[in-house]
């Protein structure tokens, strides 16, 4: 915490106001435009930009020619200090809303006159008084933005030659008489002040700043998670029961009971600890106490509650005395934590802090490192409760076995389960050090920006130490919100692990019934991730977005199955005995092998077509594909394969694993490895697109976390999704993968549409950007559905030398160019998308 304390000791610079001389400065001699323009091309924010043009004699001052001097020289900030000193009332309010400034132009000199640019610019993105140069814009809720501008002190009395509005996309909805204008811009000759100008803000980002947002968004938000809860409860509910009881299955039972009851007290938790946060959601100085103590308590009985001390899988290294040892080690570590965040909240006064927290005056070092330790033991305590319940639901949910029960995949992590506790604990220590210490970045670029001149304390109406204390304070207080956010993870590993425990290795073909709801829950919570953000233009629908896409994946599945080519097969047995023949071992190899002659007469056929086969006839192979066709289980009486159907087709509809949940795991592991560069593609765009985003990203208190946390929760949406299609696989209707990836395409675009058809405030920049995630979701599912396909023939691979040779051979040459044509047009379609949104943007 050094750190901490190295900020807080540093003083002002030493060109601070006091120290600077201004010389002789005739004002009447200087000559000055300003324009401000306004930029959106951002959904998070609006950049207003202004350029004052200054035209200084150069034998008229002798500080004139430092004007063309680098900015970072003393010499040219005095100068320019001269000149822009007293800019505007704003820095006597304690705005808080520093400008940037631009380095790029540099004074020119032309006929005996300096001209000295100063470019600065601004991002609006909440309610506040935002500074650029000699203006002001002024945010309020429910009005439009106030627009004034003041002259320097020091040009006063100087020749004004314009003064500029340019709202760019936006529109001016009052201003004072203009002497012209130009297109949407007003212009103003001779102004020393300018008040009165009114901007009407862009549609989303004035309703996000809305007071009636403010309340309905977060009850919206409520709604969201309280309905995951619901979800997650409901799924759980059927499997606490008796009724399920097997002769050979009493164990599964019960441990699917144990882990239902896990899913329900989590859903409990879930919900009980949005409503506490949200209580807490509006910032006050005299409640942070409360805040931070409410935050330290419910980390530290989350961790407590999920006993991260037990093993994925019992083994010889768990006796009672290494797991009591294991208990006290972690136990030990979040008493300790949570005692030294309390002992920052209930006895401030021993680090020189005020009661409520919130230094008034400026704080010592040691207050200041407080802080920073409350922060990151109250983080730390929430990081380790969710790695905790991840790790209860993996362990109750059997998550490293098949549902057979065999091949577990703990590898040996009974031998030193200790290793594993303390090692995750100091990583976790490591990451909340890191996230308190990029929001104190964030507050020391801020301060730099607004203290490149000596004026910070001004323009912040406050010092350097009490405006970090007040940012450490407010994240003591918020940061169990920030944290909680990231909760949908674990609703969503719950789901999984509840669906895993409570498969069973006699029903291989799909999950049906009760076990079905797990799956449409994935899909709703993580799989349609983007939703509640692209819902939340209307927070009304918040709570509605989970049934939604739960009923659009219903319908799908129910309609689908019946259109599914094993559904088709069995139909015409009359005896439904495809399942039980393709899950015998030597009735699915029969199967394949039958699947590979047949894809290899398909091929001669090809061959002998176009005069490249010798020695064969075409009547000959179709007569060999002909015998092919008249494929039947051992348990039918009759002929089973439709017309259109071959035996290549049920192989690839059966996929290539014997059970679902295999099927379900070896999609999701496909889907997260293509998910990789749609994932930095989504985060690069959300948090770094644009000139001006990636500063954006950088001034926010957890703007680098939450970059992060883009990516990792992206690739989860990705890794779900390919979960939910390898699960419904054997029952979403088509011959190849590709055409079941559509499906769920279909399934996730019906909600979207029903809120936008219903939803007059979305924006098309909002629905462009939801529309362009469901393209690259249909993207990662295209290619993880053929590479799927390519894995039941994983038997062929030593035949060929690439995949790509074995995906021609199981597609054939038409097949596989109608996929990659497929494939072109999503990219053509993700690129168009995108191109529409920029330019709507603008």
């Not at 991002?123 to 106030?146: H, I, M, N, Y």
């Not at 009114?198 to 309905?216: C, D, E, Q």
């Not at 015998?584 to 699947?595: F, I, N, P, Q, V």
């Not at 086969?613 to 348990?635: D, M």
Request: some cysteine; glycine content about 8%.
């Amino acid at each position: 915490m050094a750190t901490f304390g190295w900020w807080a000791a540093q003083a002002v610079p030493a060109h601070a106001v006091g120290a600077m001389t201004c010389g002789n400065l005739r004002a009447q001699q200087v000559s000055v435009d300003s324009e401000l323009r306004f930029i959106h091309q951002n959904p998070e924010f609006v950049e207003v930009r202004q350029v004052t043009n200054i035209k200084v004699p150069e034998t008229q001052w002798e500080f004139a020619n430092d004007l063309t001097l680098s900015p970072g020289t003393p010499k040219y900030q005095n100068a320019l200090h001269c000149l822009l000193r007293s800019t505007n009332t704003s820095r006597a309010t304690g705005a808080q809303r520093p400008e940037w400034r631009s380095n790029v132009s540099r004074a020119s000199k032309k006929d005996g006159l300096i001209t000295a640019p100063y470019e600065s610019w601004n991002l609006l993105s909440s309610v506040g008084v935002f500074e650029v140069g000699p203006w002001t814009v002024t945010v309020q809720r429910d009005k439009d933005w106030a627009v004034d501008f003041r002259s320097p002190g020091a040009l006063v009395n100087a020749s004004w030659q314009k003064v500029q509005v340019d709202p760019g996309s936006l529109k001016i909805s009052d201003a004072p008489a203009a002497s012209s204008t130009e297109r949407e811009s007003r212009v103003w000759n001779g102004r020393t002040a300018l008040s009165g100008v009114k901007v009407v803000p862009p549609k989303n980002l004035a309703l996000g700043l809305s007071s009636r947002f403010t309340w309905i968004g977060s009850l919206g938000v409520l709604s969201w998670w309280v309905c995951a809860s619901i979800v997650i409860a409901w799924s759980a509910w059927p499997f606490l029961g008796s009724d399920n009881k097997k002769p050979n299955g009493s164990s599964k039972t019960a441990n699917s009971r144990v882990v239902a009851r896990t899913v329900l007290q989590w859903a409990g938790m879930s919900a009980a600890l949005g409503l506490t946060l949200l209580l807490l959601l509006h910032p006050s100085p005299s409640v942070n106490p409360w805040r931070a103590l409410i935050g330290i308590s419910s980390g530290f009985a989350l961790v407590l509650l999920a006993r991260p001390w037990l093993s994925l899988k019992q083994g010889p290294g768990d006796s009672q005395k290494e797991l009591k040892r294991r208990k006290a080690v972690v136990i030990t570590s979040a008493a300790a934590a949570a005692a030294i965040g309390l002992l920052v909240v209930l006895a401030p006064h021993l680090f020189g802090l005020p009661p409520n927290l919130t230094p008034n005056s400026p704080s010592p070092a040691s207050g200041i490192a407080a802080l920073a330790v409350l922060d990151v033991s109250m983080l730390w305590l929430w990081l380790t409760a969710m790695a905790s319940w991840a790790w209860r639901f993996a362990r109750e949910g059997r998550l490293g076995e098949s549902p057979s029960g065999t091949n577990p995949a703990d590898r040996g992590e009974h031998r030193h389960p200790l290793r594993r506790i303390v090692a995750t604990g100091v990583t976790l220590a490591a990451v909340a050090i890191l996230v308190v210490a990029f929001q104190a970045l964030s507050f020391e670029s801020g301060w730099k920006r607004a203290n490149w001149m000596g004026e910070a304390s001004t323009v912040l109406g406050a010092d350097h130490r009490i405006i970090l204390g007040r940012q450490l304070a407010d994240f003591a207080a918020m940061g169990p919100q920030w944290a909680y956010a990231y909760t949908w993870i674990l609703t969503g590993i719950a789901l999984v692990a509840l669906l895993h425990n409570t498969s069973r290795p006699e029903t291989p073909l799909e999950p049906k019934g009760v076990h079905l709801l797990p799956v449409i829950g994935v899909f709703a919570i993580v799989v349609a991730l983007r939703g509640p953000r692209f819902a939340g233009s209307s927070a009304e629908v918040y709570g509605l977005w989970l049934p939604l896409n739960m009923l659009a994946l219903y319908v799908m599945v129910l309609v689908g199955r019946r259109a599914s080519v094993l559904s088709r097969v069995d139909r015409e047995t009359e005896t439904h005995c495809v399942v039980a023949e393709l899950s015998t071992e030597s009735g699915h190899r029969k199967l394949m092998e039958d699947a590979r002659r047949c894809r290899g007469l398909l091929h001669r056929l090809h061959l002998v077509d176009h005069g490249r086969e010798e020695g064969t006839t075409r009547r000959s192979l179709e007569n060999q594909l002909h015998a092919l066709h008249h494929w039947r289980p051992s348990a039918c009486h009759h002929d089973c394969l439709p017309d259109p159907v071959s035996v290549v087709d049920v192989a690839l509809s059966w996929g290539p694993k014997h059970h679902w949940w295999d099927n379900a795991l070896n999609a999701a592991r496909w889907a997260a490895v293509f998910g990789i560069l749609p994932s930095m593609v989504t985060a690069w765009y959300e948090n770094a697109y644009g000139a001006r985003h990636w500063t954006f990203t950088l001034s926010q208190p957890t703007g680098i976390p939450d970059t992060v946390g883009k990516f990792l929760a992206q690739e989860i949406c990705f890794a779900g999704a390919g979960l939910v299609l390898g699960a419904l696989w054997r029952v979403l209707p088509g011959e190849r993968g590709p055409t079941r990836a559509f499906n769920l395409f279909i399934a996730w675009l019906v909600p979207i549409g029903l809120v936008a058809a219903t939803n007059l405030d979305i924006s098309l920049i909002a629905l462009g950007e939801e529309v362009m995630s469901v393209v690259l979701m249909l993207m990662v599912l295209t290619l993880t559905s053929m590479w799927v396909d390519t894995d039941t023939f994983r038997h062929e691979r030593h035949y060929w030398t690439k995949r790509l040779g074995l995906l021609t051979s199981v597609y054939q040459v038409h097949g596989l160019s109608g996929q990659i044509a497929f494939l072109m047009g999503q990219a053509v379609a993700v690129v168009g998308i995108w191109y529409q949104i920029v330019t709507a943007s603008k």
